[in-house]
């Protein structure tokens, strides 16, 4: 079974930078695309972030031009680095990976990290 570990969440102030960082039990050459995700109190989870070896990385419009997500292959980790933050970034954040194998896909999640920005 494929563990995603999250790191990096935390308090900031409006305007402020936070870099998450999720680390795969599994090579990440095995994976489809890896992905961040978020979701406060009352919403579905929503993609934040996703990046695949094939393509461009795709990001939410809300995040675009504030956020960044990246891959260490080495590490076999991927960060969002995300700057400027707004309060309305405050959310559980989630990595996810999602690995295809034939026909089937598989999907892992992180255990979520907690994101807060104060005004």
């Known amino acids: 079974q494929v563990q995603l570990v999250e790191s990096g969440g935390g308090l900031v102030q409006a305007g402020g930078s936070l870099r998450l960082s999720c680390t795969a039990s599994a090579s990440i050459f095995s994976f489809n695309y890896m992905a961040w995700y978020r979701q406060t109190p009352g919403k579905q989870r929503e993609l934040v972030a996703r990046?695949?070896?094939?393509?461009?990385?795709e990001y939410a419009d809300f995040v675009k031009g504030r956020f960044t997500i990246s891959v260490d292959n080495a590490k076999n980790t991927w960060d969002l680095q995300m700057n400027s933050l707004k309060p309305e970034d405050t959310a559980v954040y989630y990595c996810h990976a999602d690995s295809l194998v034939i026909t089937q896909h598989f999907q892992y999640w992180g255990q979520g990290t907690l994101v807060t920005v104060s005004e």
């Open positions: 990046i695949t070896s094939r393509s461009s990385p």
